[in-house]
């Protein structure tokens, strides 16, 4: 068959590829990112052709003339290689947050990997169990992620017949972490824990996504998941129990099981919240006694998918904003041109215009036009200030409802850990601001990649401290909450 180069700038990779592969195949590992999962409706997955030929039918024109891009960028979703080509890539720098953080353990013999299976990012890690030392790290993309950004376009590339397909590719890219960080130890490990979304976990396992597309969304099977390493197409692991650890309910998976161990909140006597904002926006609020959960729609807004200039933490999003000299000051990761907004500095931006009173309290822009400048060409539309607004409602609504349930009050939460490497990232005194979580900074830490040192610490020991923790760990859905709404439209307010 006929093979062509791609070389991508300024990475200065060079690919080698069939002809006619599309090349939604190849640039998703380069951080090409395909939020509509290839449909052709976000624009996002722009690059520009610098050398060579690839053909544009007459959809793809019509789409790229919808995104008002000049002649020589191409949506690669669209396109395919039939000739050498050089690209620009712009969207190579992102943000994996791994771990380091020291845990409690009881010692015991030989390694373990942790594997925090996030629908953006993946990281493995090689724990030594006898000393807890991390022995290697690897981190990647989702190779799903070419199906699209969020949960819906995954469990959508399911229902469209893809399932086998993303069970393929994240198995497949999940094994070579692993083979990788092992390529310079003697010693198998004992064990492989998993943690992530049910979604994640569904598609990892090769189970049905029907039941988390349609109400009532109950799924039955979200127990833990054995599988032997052949099953995996990891032979290279012998004897190695491979563990996919416990969702806690629909759309709370063992990600949040193991934040909870991380963050000990099942052990205090306090009440404790964890908040995790990114894809489910889940919430939990406990302590030795009982601990509730849920999820809630806030996760597009703060991942930037439903932001008309959103983006997620990638090169050329603003990660940050302050205000100087009374500027919005941006922070762009990668140091180039501004290209969108992330989850983190949108936050700032709110807090910023809410503080100059060029935003109202409930989300107006005061001036009475349609969108509002944040740096250079980057706007937040008055739509978008709605979108945070009814994200920072679900957020704010969650925290009140699961204290009601508990029979106390937001104000009684002694400690809020906020959980991903999106929280880490945010500004706690911003976040306190638009009143996303009432409480004072003193009691809020960010605690970075918490999925991932819950992982670890479920490598030490038979299941107990995640039996410890589902015991007494209940799920509930807000929209059941007979006050839900009331408490919901409340919170619609900014500060
Ligand atoms: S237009 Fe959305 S992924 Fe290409």
């Known amino acids: 068959m006929k093979k062509h180069t791609i070389l991508l700038h300024p990475l200065g990779k060079e690919l080698v590829v069939n002809d006619k592969t599309p090349l939604i195949d190849v640039l998703h590992e380069y951080g090409v990112e395909f939020p509509c999962g290839g449909r052709g409706t976000c624009g996002k997955c722009q690059v520009r052709l610098m050398d060579g030929e690839i053909e544009v039918n007459d959809d793809h024109k019509r789409k790229l003339e919808?995104?008002?891009?000049?002649?020589?960028?191409?949506?690669?979703?669209?396109?395919?290689?039939?000739?050498?080509?050089?690209?620009?890539?712009?969207?190579?720098?992102?943000?994996?947050?791994?771990?380091?953080?020291?845990?409690?353990?009881?010692p015991e013999s030989g390694s373990g990997i942790a594997v925090d299976l996030g629908t953006t990012t993946l990281v493995t890690q090689l724990v030594d169990l006898t000393t807890g030392k991390i022995l290697a790290v690897e981190t990647m993309l989702n190779p799903q992620v070419k199906f699209g950004a969020d949960l819906i376009s995954r469990i959508q590339a399911g229902l469209d017949g893809h399932s086998k397909e993303m069970m393929i590719l994240i198995r497949k890219s999940i094994g070579g972490m692993i083979r990788l960080m092992l390529k310079n130890c003697r010693q198998l490990p004992v064990k492989v824990v998993l943690v992530g979304n049910t979604v994640m976990q569904r598609i990892f396992s090769g189970s049905d996504l029907t039941p988390l597309s349609c109400y009532p969304f109950q799924v039955e099977d979200l127990g833990l998941s054995e599988f032997t390493p052949d099953e995996l197409g990891w032979d290279f692991l012998s004897g190695t129990k491979i563990q996919f650890y416990p969702s806690i309910g629909s759309?709370?998976?063992?990600?949040?099981?193991?934040?909870i161990a991380a963050t000990g909140l099942h052990r205090k006597e306090q009440y404790t919240a964890l908040i995790d904002l990114g894809t489910n926006g889940e919430i939990v609020v406990g302590n030795r006694d009982k601990i509730i959960c849920t999820s809630t729609a806030a996760g597009p807004a703060f991942e930037g998918s439903t932001l008309s200039m959103g983006m997620r933490a990638v090169t050329g999003a603003i990660s940050s904003i302050q205000l100087v000299h009374n500027k919005m000051?941006?922070?762009?990761?990668?140091?180039?041109?501004?290209?969108?907004?992330?989850?983190?500095?949108?936050?700032?931006?709110?807090?910023?215009l809410l503080q100059q009173d060029l935003i109202g309290i409930f989300g107006e822009i005061n001036s009475g036009e349609q969108s509002i400048s944040i740096a250079g060409p980057i706007r937040l539309t008055q739509k978008d200030v709605y979108e945070f607004l009814l994200a920072k409602a679900a957020i704010a609504a969650g925290i009140t409802i699961l204290s009601r349930?508990?029979?106390?009050?937001?104000?009684?939460?002694?400690?809020?850990?906020?959980?991903?490497?999106?929280?880490?990232?945010?500004?706690?005194?911003?976040?306190?601001?638009?009143?996303?979580?009432?409480?004072?900074?003193?009691?809020?830490?960010?605690?970075?990649?918490?999925?991932?040192?819950?992982?670890?610490?479920?490598?030490?020991?038979?299941?107990?401290?995640?039996?410890?923790?589902?015991?007494?760990?209940?799920?509930?859905?807000?929209?059941?909450?007979?006050?839900?709404?009331?408490?919901?439209?409340?919170?619609?307010?900014?500060?």
């Open 66 to 106: 919808r995104f008002h891009l000049p002649p020589d960028w191409r949506l690669a979703c669209m396109s395919n290689c039939t000739g050498s080509i050089t690209l620009r890539v712009d969207q190579y720098e992102h943000i994996i947050l791994a771990d380091e953080t020291n845990f409690e353990f009881s």
């Open 251 to 259: 759309f709370v998976g063992s990600d949040i099981l193991a934040g």
């Open 329 to 352: 000051n941006p922070s762009v990761i990668g140091n180039t041109a501004p290209k969108g907004i992330c989850g983190s500095a949108l936050i700032d931006a709110i807090a910023i």
């Open 405 to 495: 349930n508990l029979g106390i009050e937001p104000s009684d939460i002694h400690e809020i850990y906020i959980a991903g490497g999106f929280g880490n990232y945010i500004r706690i005194e911003n976040l306190l601001a638009t009143g996303m979580v009432e409480t004072t900074e003193d009691k809020i830490h960010k605690m970075g990649n918490t999925a991932l040192i819950g992982a670890k610490m479920f490598l030490f020991g038979k299941g107990e401290l995640a039996k410890e923790i589902l015991d007494k760990t209940s799920h509930i859905n807000l929209e059941g909450f007979p006050d839900f709404q009331d408490i919901y439209i409340s919170k619609m307010i900014l500060g």
